[in-house]
C-alpha cells in the first residue's frame, strides 16, 4: 500500500524568509504521480504542482519550486521570499499509476507566515 | 480550466435528519469523484469512490447506509449524510477529473449536526 508522510506538522517563519515543506512517499509502484495542493483557511484545495515517476526534473514556478528525488522517495516543496497569503495547510498526495485513480495524501503541514 | 462546484458550502442540521451535499462538474463530464472528509486540522480521508451509473466503491471503515453515493450523470454526484449525528460533523470535500492532469476539487461543505 502507498503511503505519504509529512512530518513537519506545523512551520513557523518570519516573512521574507525561505522554507521548505518535507514528503516521503512510500510505493511499490514504478509508476506514480506526486501532487502538492495548498489549503487555505476558506477549504478549497489549490493544486500546485503534478509530477510523474519518471520526470525528476525541479521544477520552479515564481517564488515555488519542487524537488523530486527518486533515490530518497521524496518530493520536497520550498517557498523563496515568503509571505503572509503563503500561510496555509500544505498537502503532498501520491496517486499510483494506471487504472488507479485514488489519492493518498499526507498529513498536511500548517505554515505560518509571520509579518 | 476545469471547474467543480459544491453545495451548500456549509450547513447546519439537528440531529438524526438528513442532509444532502451535490458537486457538479460545471465545464467537464466526470465518469469517477471522489468524497473526502477532513477532521479540523486533520488530513482528507478519502470515503468513497463515485462511478457514474454504477455503486459506489467505499473505503474500509465507511459505512455504507449512513454515507449514500449517487452518481447518476456524467456532472452530478451527491452525498447524501442520512441520519445525521454530531460526530459525522466534518468538512466533507469532492474531487472529479483524471488524476493524470490533476484533480479538481470543490470548494467543501462544512457539516455541522447539533
Known amino acids: 500500500a502507498q503511503k505519504v508522510t509529512q512530518a513537519q506538522t506545523e512551520i513557523s517563519v518570519v516573512e521574507k524568509e525561505d522554507v521548505t515543506l518535507d514528503c516521503v512517499y512510500e510505493t511499490r509502484d514504478t509508476t506514480y504521480y506526486l501532487f502538492w495542493y495548498k489549503q487555505p483557511p476558506s477549504g478549497e484545495l489549490v493544486f500546485l504542482i503534478r509530477?510523474?515517476?519518471?520526470?525528476?526534473q525541479n521544477e520552479i514556478s515564481g517564488r515555488y519550486s519542487w524537488n523530486f528525488q527518486k533515490s530518497t522517495s521524496s518530493f520536497n516543496f520550498t517557498i523563496t521570499a515568503s509571505q503572509v497569503v503563503d500561510s496555509a495547510v500544505y498537502f503532498c498526495a501520491l496517486r499510483l499509476g494506471f487504472g488507479n485513480e485514488k489519492l493518498t495524501f499526507g498529513t498536511g503541514t500548517r505554515l505560518t507566515i509571520i509579518p | 480550466g476545469a471547474v467543480v462546484s459544491q453545495h451548500p458550502s456549509w450547513v447546519i442540521c439537528k440531529s438524526g435528519t438528513s442532509v444532502k451535499i451535490e458537486c457538479r462538474s460545471l465545464d467537464f463530464q466526470a465518469t469517477t469523484m471522489f468524497w473526502y472528509r477532513q477532521f479540523p486540522k486533520q488530513s482528507l480521508m478519502l470515503m468513497a469512490t463515485s462511478n457514474e451509473g454504477s455503486k459506489a466503491t467505499y473505503e474500509q471503515g465507511v459505512e455504507k447506509d449512513k454515507f449514500l453515493i449517487n452518481h447518476a450523470s456524467l456532472t452530478l454526484s451527491t452525498l447524501t449524510v442520512t441520519s445525521a449525528h454530531p460526530e459525522d460533523s466534518s468538512f466533507y470535500i469532492c474531487?472529479?477529473?483524471?488524476?493524470?492532469?490533476?484533480?479538481?476539487f470543490g470548494s467543501g461543505t462544512r457539516l455541522t449536526v447539533v
Open positions: 509530477r510523474n515517476s519518471f520526470d525528476e
Open positions: 474531487s472529479a477529473g483524471s488524476g493524470v492532469y490533476g484533480y479538481t
